[in-house]
């Protein structure tokens, strides 16, 4: 068996183990990897050839199509970012294991006071100190444009048990799927 120079480790598999994931059903990835993992590294600034700013945000809702929203500060560096370029990436990370998330799309800024308190939560009033109705707070919209996943098709236990076999007889068996996802 020949094997090529790239991706062999995929090769070796024994089952399948990649499968992209277009409309509805990447959708729905996202919102069930999303909402494992409930936050993740919001990344702007993708595009502007400098480096990427990173930091850590709590999803407050994920819809069926993949759509994600954030509450976040109108006077933040998130938000002046946003505005200079729209273009974020989001990197989640479910467990220790698996139920990994990278979603890449187009950020957009709302002041809808109704979206604000059906996200709101009482912890986010360390944020916004004058509650749900502080005039900094904004809502973004993330509405996804392409991602990819990679997780495992039987939970970790199994996948655990597959790697230790594996490693015994010299074999890949790994428990993982991973794919494109194209929303």
């Avoid at 236990?157 to 194209?182: P, R």
Wanted: glycine share 6%; with cysteine.
């Amino acid at each position: 068996m020949k094997i090529n120079e790239m991706d062999s480790i995929n090769q070796q598999q024994p089952e399948k183990n990649h499968q992209n994931l277009h409309g509805s059903q990447a959708g729905l990835k996202i919102k069930e990897l999303a909402e494992k993992a409930d936050t993740c590294f919001f990344c702007t600034k993708i595009t502007t050839d400098q480096p990427l700013k990173v930091r850590p945000m709590s999803v407050r809702k994920v819809d069926e199509d993949g759509t994600l929203y954030f509450l976040s500060a109108s006077d933040s560096h998130k938000n002046a970012d946003i505005q200079a370029d729209p273009n974020v990436h989001l990197l989640f990370q479910g467990s220790e294991h698996s139920d990994f998330l990278s979603v890449f799309g187009t950020a957009t800024i709302g002041r809808d006071p109704e979206q604000i308190k059906e996200l709101w939560n009482p912890i986010a009033k360390t944020w916004f100190t004058e509650g749900v109705d502080d005039p900094r707070i904004t809502v973004l919209r993330i509405t996804p444009t392409e991602g990819y996943y990679w997780d495992n098709k039987h939970g970790n236990t199994v996948a655990f048990a597959k790697i230790l076999v594996g490693s015994i007889i010299g074999q890949t068996l790994d428990d993982s799927i991973e794919g494109k996802l194209s929303v």
